[in-house]
């Protein structure tokens, strides 16, 4: 597991596929006060939908993205794939947000829960459970 941040920067490089479902993500994520990285091809969907982002190179092995990354820079990581053989690019910003223990995430679903989740520990609400402790009961 990883701990959710609370504030800081949020990349998000998805397929586009996924950029529709993202896009409310991208808007929720900001409203909670993170400033929002995107990859070119990301970025131009927001930015045709309202959404404004920092836009950053792709991810090549020694780019700044990569070294944010490792940094910490870079505080929470929404990164979509359809296939391990291909895109390497989103291979590589996996690959250093697992290395640096920065959270990653790869569905939709899992980023409009880490949203609640974050504005849940935002709002200091100390009514969060792990899913073990639901089984328990």
């Known amino acids: 597991g990883f701990a959710l941040p609370t504030r800081g920067r949020a990349l998000i490089s998805v397929q586009d596929a996924d950029k529709p479902a993202f896009l409310p993500v991208a808007t929720d ?3 909670l006060g993170f400033s929002i990285l995107a ?3 990301t ?3 927001f930015s045709r939908h309202g959404l404004k982002t920092e ?11 990569i070294r944010s990354i490792a940094a910490r820079k870079i505080h929470l990581v929404l990164n979509t794939f359809r296939s391990t053989a ?3 690019d989103f291979r590589k910003i996996r690959r250093a947000a697992m290395i640096a223990g920065v959270p990653l995430i790869t569905t939709a679903a899992a980023a409009r829960h880490a949203i609640e989740a974050i504005r849940s520990l ?3 609400k100390d009514d ?4 073990q402790e639901f089984r328990r009961n």
């Open 128 to 131: 969060l459970r792990c899913m």
């Open 29 to 31: 994520i900001r409203r």
């Open 86 to 88: 291909g895109h390497s």
């Open 122 to 124: 935002q709002q200091k």
């Open 39 to 41: 990859t070119p091809g």
């Open 55 to 65: 836009i950053v190179p792709r991810a090549s092995v020694k780019s700044s993205l």
């Open 43 to 45: 970025a131009r969907f």
